[in-house]
């Protein structure tokens, strides 16, 4: 069964540095989503992302995040300066269209800001 | 804002017993529902999807109920097994793009 794939498993930066998180979603999929998990908490919405462009985003999701889809399989999340508190698991997702269709999650990139 | 409770937050049960898991939602106005399992340090595993005209999905074991008026779905797992021990995902969708999680429920079967 397709699933969404995502790397690196783990993700050790210091605070200030930009990283790069990397998902290929499953390849007839349309609509590209990142979500995070901070420890203990609540799994978050960031962003989605449509026809190359981003559809909505919470409040989380300031200036110092991007998403790029660089080519036809890669989607990626840039921090550019990370602080202690982006510190979680983040999760790519994707679905084959918008409402209807169910969110396919990856394996998830634990992020730990030091 | 729309607010995702899932109660309980753990469970335990010997090896057999049907598993009872309830999720609720605060506004009504939702596309569909989305029942997700999770493994500990590990991605989200979709189970079930409930479109906001349906009544009920079922899979295998698995049958999940929604009560859109009243803001509630219930997870049903028949004669469970140690490996269906996991943290169980419910979450809402309010609009086009984001999905709304609760906090989860944690289940341990015993064997």
């Known amino acids: 069964e397709p699933e969404v794939t995502q790397t690196p498993s783990h993700q050790v930066t210091q605070m200030g540095q930009e990283v790069i998180l990397r998902c290929v979603p499953i390849s007839n999929h349309l609509y590209f989503y990142w979500y995070r998990q901070i420890l203990g908490q609540k799994v978050e919405f960031l962003v989605s992302?449509?026809?190359?462009?981003?559809?909505?985003k919470s409040e989380i999701f300031d200036d110092q995040f991007s998403v790029e889809r660089p080519d036809g399989s890669n989607f990626t999340l840039k921090i550019r300066s990370t602080k202690l508190e982006d510190s979680a698991m983040y999760f790519c997702?994707?679905?084959?269209?918008?409402?209807?269709?169910?969110?396919?999650f990856g394996n998830g990139t634990r992020l730990t800001v030091t | 804002k729309q607010e995702v409770t899932q109660i309980p937050a753990a469970l335990s049960v010997p090896e057999g017993e049907n598993l009872v898991l309830n999720c609720s939602f605060t506004d009504s106005a939702i596309y569909n529902l989305q029942w997700f399992r999770q493994d500990p340090g590990k991605g989200l595993t979709s189970l079930l999807l409930i479109q906001s005209s349906q009544r009920e999905q079922t899979s295998g074991r698995l049958n999940a109920s929604l009560d859109k008026s009243s803001g509630r779905s219930t997870l049903y797992i028949a004669a469970s097994q140690p490996g269906d021990s996991a943290t169980y995902l419910c979450a809402v969708r309010p609009n086009d793009y984001k999905l709304s999680f609760g906090a989860g429920t944690t289940v341990t079967v015993r064997a």
């Open positions: 997702a994707s679905s084959r269209t918008g409402v209807w269709s169910p969110l396919h």
């Open positions: 992302f449509y026809n190359n462009e981003i559809s909505e």
